[in-house]
T-cell receptor, first 110, second 115 residues
C-alpha cells in the first residue's frame, strides 16, 4: 500500500486559514486521497476526498499537486472546533481498507 | 437520520473474561467495520462485515471475532481478555463498504478497560 507522510503537529490561530500537508510520493494512478479527522473523545469523521482535481465541500478544500505526489487540506477559517487529529489516507479504486497512520494533530488557539 | 450507535459506551472486565460489543449502523448501510484504537498503536483495522459476510480481516489473533446480523447490526467478541486489549473499539458503517470514495461513518466507540 502506498504510504503517506504528515507532520506530527501544527498550530493555528482561530479564524485563520490552515494548510495541512500530506506527501504521498508512491501514489498510484488509481489511488484516491481521503482525509478524515478525529476530534477529542470522538470517532473519526470523513472530511473530503479527491483523485486528481481540487475538491471543495462545506468543511474544507483539497488541493492536489499536478504530479499527485502531495496534497493539502485547507481549512479556510479555523475554529476551536477544528482542533483534531487529521489523517491523510490513500485508498485504491479497487477494494481497500481505510488504514490510519499517525496523522497531524492540529492545535487551534483563540 | 440516526448515526452509528455503539453499546455499551464503557466496560470494565478482568483478564481471562470475554466481552461482546455491539454496533448498530446507519439505516440502510450494509457494511460494518471494526477498529481498535490504543495510544501506542493508533487506529487498527479489525474486520469488515458486508451483508452478513466477513469481507476482510486485519492482523489480530483469533480471540477477536465478529458477526453481522440480517438487520446489519454487528457484534464483536473478544475472548480470554488480556491487559493489552484495553482500548477504544470503534465501529464504522457505510453504504458500499470499504473502498475509495465510500465514506465511513464512525460511532462514538466503546471504551474497554481490562484489569
Amino acid at each position: 500500500d502506498a504510504k503517506t507522510t504528515q507532520p506530527n503537529s501544527m498550530e493555528s490561530n482561530e479564524e485563520e486559514p490552515v494548510h495541512l500537508p500530506c506527501n504521498h510520493s508512491t501514489i498510484s494512478g488509481t489511488d484516491y486521497i481521503h482525509w478524515y479527522r478525529q476530534l477529542p473523545s470522538q470517532g473519526p469523521e470523513y472530511v473530503i476526498h479527491g483523485l486528481t482535481s481540487n475538491v471543495n465541500n462545506r468543511m474544507a478544500s483539497l488541493a492536489i499537486a499536478e504530479d499527485r505526489k502531495s496534497s493539502t487540506l485547507i481549512l479556510h477559517r479555523a475554529t476551536l472546533r477544528d482542533a483534531a487529529v487529521y489523517y491523510c489516507i490513500l485508498l485504491n479504486s479497487g477494494y481497500s481498507t481505510l488504514t490510519f497512520g499517525k496523522g497531524t494533530m492540529l492545535l487551534v488557539s483563540p | 437520520k440516526a448515526g452509528v450507535t455503539q453499546t455499551p459506551r464503557y466496560l470494565i472486565k478482568t483478564r481471562g473474561q470475554q466481552v461482546t460489543l455491539s454496533c448498530s449502523p446507519i439505516s440502510g448501510h450494509r457494511s460494518v467495520s471494526w477498529y481498535q484504537q490504543t495510544p501506542g498503536q493508533g487506529l487498527q483495522f479489525l474486520f469488515e462485515y458486508f451483508s452478513e459476510t466477513q469481507r476482510n480481516k486485519g492482523n489480530f489473533p483469533g480471540r477477536f471475532s465478529g458477526r453481522q446480523f440480517s438487520n446489519s447490526r454487528s457484534e464483536m467478541n473478544v475472548s480470554t481478555l488480556e491487559l493489552g486489549d484495553s482500548a477504544l473499539y470503534l465501529c464504522a458503517s457505510s453504504l458500499q463498504g470499504q473502498g475509495a470514495g465510500n465514506e465511513q461513518f464512525f460511532g462514538p466507540g466503546t471504551r474497554l478497560t481490562v484489569l
